[in-house]
């Protein structure tokens, strides 16, 4: 496939092939900082947004008409796959989605069922074929899910928590439900992702955002096998590379690396170099900017970003990308300099590789 | 002075003398959780708790006479340094002390003073000394501060926040000036552990809670040369160990171990044989149960204490404790359940060391 897509850097990047420029782009970047996000938001609530596949398409676009990103990632919440397994959700105004009713008990497991979730999710599947015929060919277009830990904590805990004690009770009392939970998840999760390959998704990315509030124990225990067997299957019927995200999982990256991701999305409190060198040789890094630096000035934005980049040391299989997603408060002409920051690096060639030239930009 | 104190189980473990028992003590053991704290708290607000030397020595022996705890450390609030050096604070209902003005602008700094710390602080120094006077000779008594990196976290954020950004504004905007605020938190934190090591403090820890949300080389330029300053100078006036807490700092620990605490406090995301790896083999660590754990029930309890503590594989120099403060919800006899489990949970003699006893109890 690679010989038909040359242009597609950031794929490039997930393959390894040698690339000229580092492949860019940022994490929620169709969202409330850009101005025609909000314009589109005033007229829609956030639930029609994402399920009328135009609209989806047209908000995950919206940054690539004013920026040279290397890909579009999907307009949607992560919270749908639970939705499509039978929990009933509501939009928080100031919170954004919820679950109704959270899972409080096993005996309820019993409501979540893998069944329907293709037609029940067609919109993203329709979204994504949208967004991959209207799309730019040098681009990439990224699918996504929650990682099962994370979709547990939310069904579990509704909401965010202070203190996640109610996930926390079902790892410590009751394991073999937590299990059971997870198990679903995966499935469901796989079919998902397999789905969204299908649909147009070039890469897709599993999003960890609570792994960071577990013990290491549990995270060999309930986190590891579970992204494992989902990368694993995903593999065997797609050749979508895989990128996982474990958002505060830094402490446990050399572990965590078992799960058999092509990419590491690394949070910002780990550099890049660290990451590389707990990582195995094949592995890929993406990330890390402090996306508060997107709020500060050019001069800052430009020096800080420099400084990731020379400092990330081998620009092999590396994404560009901020180290969480970026801040409804960051000035659109912040993200301009971060991006042109970005794409005017020169990359420094490796003498034990080719230098390709890509048709570029 | 190991000699006059053989029955300081705490104190021994810092000094990586073997123990036939694990010293233990809980994070916040003082604290909401217990009825007698709450009839106290009736009555007074929490400012005059800590700062009426009489109060603040009763309820920091509160859980002693509860419980055949370790230590006793001393009530008291991390903000009291940045009070003294000149920012006013009040008290928050449901929020806890929160400063009336943040420090929004580096010409603001010269509002910080130390002088007259030792007066303005007397009230803390007085309550250690009511503790060392009225708690069992057994138990070591525990002095703290607010590490440089949290305390000024505090006070440009003024309470805790979502992203952070003005602190990191400082970070990435105004390095120059976070260091001039960082060496005067130093200075006067290094005063004040000493003052309190006087005062009949035996051991203190340095708790840095917000660590966790710099970068990397944030970490290396903001946190790492100004602790290991403090705890050098305190090294050199008194014999104190020092405990160092950097919670959600797991991912440095290596690097961390550069301040030269005695001790490392591990939160409970990384195992304790995680972190023993990480770690010189000189330094002690001290945690990590996830308080949550304590919300669960007695045998989840035991079990995952227990599991804890066969975990660790090196006994030395290493004191139980949770991950983090214990959470006011926690039954009573829940915290009973944990202290008992250490107590009666027999060390495994290494071969190589003599096998003492101790007066214990």
Redesign the interface.
Known sequence: MSQHTPQKLLLKACRGEPVDRLPVWMMRQAGRYLPEYRKIREKYDFTTMYKQPELAAEVTLQPLKRFPLDAAIIFSDILVIPEAMGMALAFVEGKGPQFQTPLTNVDELHILSRDGIEEKLRFVFQTLTLVSQEVDASRTVIGFSGAPWTLAVYMVERGTSR???RI??WR??HPQQLHRLMDRLAVAITDYLVLQARAGAEVVQLFDSWV??????GVREFVIPYVQRIIAQVKRETDVPIIYFPRGG????PELARTGADIYGID????LA?ARRQLPAESGVQGNL????L???GD?IQR?TR?MLDAVENHRRYIVNL?HGI?P?TPVHHAQIFIETVKTYSVPVPETSHHTHNTGD
């Open positions: 203190d996640f004690r926390k009770q410590f009392q960071g509030i577990l013990d290491e124990d830094m402490q446990w990256l910002w409190t780990l550099s660290s402090d996306p508060t630096v709020l500060t000035d800052t800080t400084h180290g801040l408060q």
